[in-house]
């Protein structure tokens, strides 16, 4: 996965679709993937985008 930050959001590589980027934010958090958006946003929970930024930024 390639990572990219763009001002206080990170553009997140799909793991299975090369070239496809997700807008993450880390804080709030947020992710533009589908397991984000239909399933995780609903239950408070966070996807392997926002786990992976938050890594990186020594957040978790």
Known sequence: MDL???GKEYKV???SKKG???TVD???PSCSCAHFIFRMRK???V???IIK???LLKLE
Do not use: L, Q, T
Request: with cysteine; net charge positive; proline share 5%.
């Open 4 to 6: 990219k930050k763009e």
């Open 13 to 15: 590589e799909s793991a």
């Open 20 to 22: 496809e980027f997700y």
């Open 26 to 28: 880390p804080y709030k």
């Open 43 to 45: 239950s408070g929970g």
């Open 47 to 49: 996807c392997k985008h």
């Open 53 to 55: 930024v938050r890594k």
